[in-house]
């Protein structure tokens, strides 16, 4: 059974040894909102770096594949390749 859209934001921060790590997931209702919650976080000096994305059809299983709408700051290379341009 097929999901709904699921629009989200994927925060990265720096550990301790300063390797980029995947923070903390944020939800959103929709791609704008996605990609301003994303901007404020690495404007704000809460994450180093997000993307604002969403999976097509999004289930219980976490089916289909994320597309990266666009991303802030640091993200890991494997982010920036998954941009649909």
């Known amino acids: 059974m097929a999901g709904k859209d699921l629009y989200g934001v994927q ?8 390797k980029l790590t995947a ?5 959103c209702k929709d791609a ?4 301003r ?5 690495v404007a704000g000096g809460h994450a180093a770096g997000s993307a604002a ?3 097509r059809g999004a ?7 994320a597309v990266t709408l666009e991303v ?3 993200v890991p ?4 390749d998954a941009l649909p341009f």
């Open 72 to 74: 802030f700051g640091i």
């Open 77 to 80: 290379p494997g982010v920036t």
């Open 23 to 27: 923070g903390r997931f944020l939800a």
């Open 59 to 65: 289930g219980e299983f976490d089916e289909g594949e």
């Open 53 to 55: 994305f969403y999976r």
């Open 37 to 41: 919650a994303a901007s404020a976080k």
């Open 11 to 18: 925060t990265f921060l720096h550990d301790r040894e300063g």
């Open 32 to 35: 704008d909102e996605a990609r």
